[in-house]
């Protein structure tokens, strides 16, 4: 099925290839499209904000801490390069260590 905004003619394809619609009118025609394309983009960082509390282990969670209470010394002391190894560890941790 060929979807075609009836104002200017532009296809539904065209929307896709030009990225970009023909006048306002495509928002409407192509609504239902648009709204499913979005939630291709979106729906993927929504999904990976939801995290399952059973797989955050408590010895991650006070290693994180420690972590990031050294964090907290290194920035005070000026010692960037430090800090943001750390950071990465913490930042590995914070994600259950899949990655
Ligand atoms: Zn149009």
């Not at 009836?6 to 648009?34: M, N, P």
């Not at 969670?61 to 002391?77: A, D, M, N, P, V």
Request: glycine fraction near 8%; charge should be neutral; proline fraction near 3%.
């Amino acid at each position: 099925m060929l979807k075609v905004c009836v104002q200017c003619g532009t296809t539904w394809d065209e929307v896709l290839t030009e990225k970009r619609v023909g006048c306002v009118h495509c928002y409407e025609a192509f609504s239902k499209e648009i709204k499913s394309l979005k939630a291709l983009y979106f729906g993927k960082g929504a999904f990976s904000e939801v995290e399952p509390p059973q797989q955050k282990k408590p010895e991650n969670s006070g290693k994180l801490l420690e972590l990031k209470e050294r964090l907290t010394g290194l920035i005070q002391q000026e010692r960037f390069e430090e800090a943001s190894k750390l950071k990465d560890e913490i930042y590995r941790l914070s994600e259950h260590g899949s990655h």
